[in-house]
């Protein structure tokens, strides 16, 4: 029994070295952003000694996730085609809610839901200035060493695009020589296109902390709970 306390014990230990190293250990990055016709989203974090090692990659409808920890010891891989769930659950709501197609249309109609939502009711404007700020402070953690970006915007209002175009003004990265934000104020409406890069290496436990500070603001929260919506 004292040696199987033991073996447990330091398998224990073991664990606990390995998680306060993955959270003190500089976890390198890199992020690759296109949004044109298709979106495409693809994302590596892994630490120096490769302990752990997350990629993930979204293009269109299709997204993957893989996690791997102690060179394979565990990992998780996850494909999933969007579109085809998408139909399906589509296809099973109009069967079920046949009868209330006219309710749907009266509650499309007295409020809109997602990013457009967000802007109707004002969230957005009000959640604007504290996501800006973060972004800066995101920044500041995770120190890029590559950075660029080349994106085209517009929240829908040309007041709403000035108003976003002087808060990021206010930001530092916005004046890289490779970051390139073109408002647009004649669109009415919402959309982002461009590219965007990023490379680098960080803090676990300082991007926790950032996290964990940043949803505790009441803006924030309404704002995710109306885009849910």
Avoid at 68 to 97: F, S, T, V
Avoid at 223 to 229: H, S, T
């Amino acid at each position: 029994m004292a040696v199987l306390a033991k073996v447990l014990l330091g398998i224990v230990l073991l664990i606990l070295l390995v998680l306060l190293y993955l959270l003190f250990a500089p976890i390198r990055y890199r992020g690759d952003l296109e949004i044109e016709d298709e979106e495409r989203f693809f994302a590596k974090v892994y630490d120096p000694l490769r302990f752990l090692k997350i990629t993930f990659l979204q293009q269109g409808e299709k997204m993957e996730f893989s996690l791997r920890i102690m060179y394979g010891l565990y990992r998780i891989k996850d494909d999933r085609e969007g579109k085809k769930e998408q139909e399906k659950k589509l296809k099973a709501g109009k069967k079920k809610n046949k009868d209330h197609s006219r309710h749907k249309e009266e509650k499309k109609t007295s409020g809109r839901r997602g990013i457009g939502g967000c802007i109707a009711d004002g969230t957005l404007r009000e959640a604007l200035p504290t996501i800006l700020v973060y972004i800066g402070k995101l920044l500041r953690v995770i120190k890029p060493k590559k950075l660029e970006a080349k994106i085209v915007f517009s929240l829908g209002e040309a007041d709403l695009t000035g108003y976003a175009t002087g808060v990021i003004s206010m930001i530092p990265v916005a004046y890289h020589k490779k970051v390139h934000l073109t408002p647009d104020f004649l669109s009415d409406t919402g959309y982002v296109r461009g590219y965007a890069g990023i490379r680098g290496r960080c803090s676990l436990i300082r991007f926790m902390i950032l996290g964990i500070s940043f949803f505790f603001h009441k803006e924030i929260r309404d704002l995710l709970d109306n885009f849910r919506e």
